[in-house]
């Protein structure tokens, strides 16, 4: 076979539509069993190439679509990212079954005899966004440039081909970045198992426990103190500032800006400049726990109303602190279902133990230190490990859809064993 003729190209709106997602209200969300899935951006995340319904967080009835005026995308459609940072991230994926999209979303609906759906997904997937998108604070792209948008189209045949080579190929590349991700979980998760005997247990092994009346403190040194949070730190949520997203736009600055979920912009000024221990206040990550809910902020910045801002009473050893608090079962603390929140109040009175002597505190800070060092040594490389897999992926893939190698001949081992000219 003749690889497919690089300059046989055709836009993205010649092969089918280009249309936004709906809205989608608040007190519709968070049903479950219903025929068609609505999804949200994040459920990008959950699925490298076809979104079903177990990939939903929300589902709806075709009564509901058509009450919320919300299109119903065919399966075979190609979903990606149409505002925000995430458009930025190149993660398109195709629908299994007929599906709803949110407004952050667009979806390409193809003509069932313009391109095979997963070969269209593939040249989709090299394309770059960002020289499309329109300025502004928030990055977003709209139908007509993204329809302006070129991928080659070979024959049927050559699609088919290409594809199956592809399947192959990519398949090795996500089972070996797979590993990578394994070895960083594993990683994480012994660091953290590292993390909570020391704080929760101390550094000497041989010393003598206590069993708590507290169940969520269990075993714990029989020198070390128990109370309520609010006996071991000062609560400074009194200084916090919140900045809409629309001011800090026009304020750019160097100083961190923490919200909930650690520093999500920077600023012009700072309120505060000292190291203090930050607790997340609300949000789902609450109870999902995926990131941590409390951070250590150093230096100059800024904090909004979205976390509590602790300063310990024994002013030492933060980095113990910031983990007594993280590895803490928080659930029982929580309001909220739809919103999580961690009240102040909550918070204060969390029961928590605690070493009594500054010495052993700072131990145990060495110790988290140690061992959180040599575990993001070990995470780096491996994350360094997956972008290069990523780049050889990506970089095989351009190479397949435009006919730069012929798929027939391609050395797995060795590299492309006829490259066109």
């Known amino acids: 076979m003749s690889p497919p003729d690089p300059r046989q190209s055709v836009t993205l709106k010649s092969l089918g539509n280009l249309k936004g997602g709906s809205g989608f209200p608040d007190h519709e969300q968070g049903q479950k069993g219903h025929a068609i899935p609505f999804f949200k951006v994040k459920a990008l995340d959950r699925s490298p190439f076809l979104l079903s319904t177990e990939h939903a967080d929300d589902t709806i ?6 009450r919320l005026g919300a299109t119903v995308f065919p399966s075979g459609s190609i979903v990606f990212a149409k505002v925000g940072a995430a458009l930025l991230l190149a993660r398109f994926r195709v629908l299994a079954q007929p599906s709803c999209i949110d407004n952050n979303m667009m979806a390409l609906r193809l003509r069932p005899d313009a391109m095979l759906p997963r070969f269209a997904w593939y040249a989709i997937g090299v394309l770059d ?15 007509g440039k993204v329809g302006a948008q070129m991928i080659p189209c070979p024959s049927a045949e050559s699609q088919k081909k290409i594809t199956d080579f592809l399947d192959i190929e990519t398949k090795q590349s996500d089972v070996l970045a797979g590993k990578y991700q394994t070895l960083i979980d594993l990683t994480e998760e012994k660091r953290l198992a590292l993390v909570t005997r020391v704080v929760t247990q101390g550094v000497d092994a041989a010393i003598p426990m206590q069993r708590s009346a507290y169940p969520n403190i269990g075993a714990t040194p029989q020198h070390w103190e128990i109370g309520p949070v609010k006996r071991f730190f000062n609560v400074l949520d ?12 026009t304020k750019p600055g160097p100083y961190p800006y923490y919200g909930a979920s650690g520093i999500i912009d920077h600023v012009e000024g700072y ?7 930050l607790v997340s206040e609300d949000g789902a990550n609450l109870l999902a726990r995926s990131t941590p809910i409390s951070f250590l902020a150093t230096g100059k910045y800024w904090v909004n109303n979205h976390a509590h801002i ?3 009473k024994n002013y030492d050893s933060l980095a ?4 007594r608090l ?15 929140k961690l009240t102040i109040e909550a918070l204060k009175n969390m029961i928590i133990s605690a070493p009594t002597s500054m010495e052993e505190r700072s131990e145990i800070a060495r110790q988290i230190e140690q061992v959180t060092e040599a575990a993001n040594l070990l995470k780096t490389a ?12 990506k970089a095989i893939v351009a190479a397949a859809v435009t006919g730069l190698i012929n798929v027939d001949t391609y050395d797995r081992e060795h590299g492309p064993a006829e490259v066109a000219v």
């Open 320 to 323: 113990f602190w910031t983990e």
């Open 271 to 277: 309120i505060f400049d000292e190291d203090l221990v």
């Open 61 to 66: 009835t075709i009564e509901t679509a058509r």
């Open 382 to 393: 491996a994350r360094t490990a997956i972008s290069l897999i990523a780049e050889r992926r």
């Open 238 to 249: 009194g200084r916090r500032i919140p900045i809409s997203s629309e001011e800090r736009s």
């Open 310 to 312: 602790l300063r310990p």
């Open 129 to 143: 966004f960002s020289y499309i998108v329109n300025p502004g604070a928030v990055p977003s792209v709209n139908a």
């Open 326 to 340: 993280e590895v803490e079962n928080i659930t029982p603390y929580v309001t909220g279902s739809a919103q999580p």
